[in-house]
Nanobody
Framework: QVQLVESGGGLVQAGDSLRLSCSAS????????MAWFRQAPGKEREFVAA????????YYADSVKGRFTVSRDNAKNTVYLQMNSLKAEDTAVYYC????????????????WGQGTQVTVSS
């Protein structure tokens, strides 16, 4: 089993920055990937960003490219999402997820999920 705990969410203004953290414990896979998804009120959960265990490969949703950066610190078993130039449409609950097999932009590929952290961006 893998346990994921997100932190760093909050209320910010448009244009501000925020960094989310996801701490992993348990049997994380050294060949898998970590990802961030988000779900806005009344909408389906959507992919945001993902990074492989090595950190060499990253994927981003088009809506966040150039503004968000995903990274990981394997020594701390933690993945980060640096969010810059935040917009009101970034408001959502952000979830961290772990895929033990590989990297994907699809929810179905991720076996373990955190409880989510709320990010609210006021315009």
């Amino acid at each position: 089993q893998v346990q994921l705990v997100e932190s760093g969410g909050g209320l910010v203004q448009a244009g501000d920055s925020l960094r989310l953290s996801c701490s992993a414990s348990g049997r994380t896979s050294s060949v898998g990937a970590m990802a961030w998804f988000r779900q806005a009120p009344g909408k389906e959960r959507e992919f945001v960003a993902a990074v492989t265990w090595t950190g060499r490969t990253t994927y981003y949703a088009d809506s966040v490219k150039g503004r968000f950066t995903v990274s990981r610190d394997n020594a701390k078993n933690t993945v980060y999402l640096q969010m810059n130039s935040l917009k009101a449409e970034d408001t959502a609950v952000y979830y961290c997820a772990h895929d033990a097999v590989g990297i994907s932009t699809q929810e179905i590929g991720y076996q373990f999920w955190g409880q989510g952290t709320q990010v609210t961006v006021s315009s």
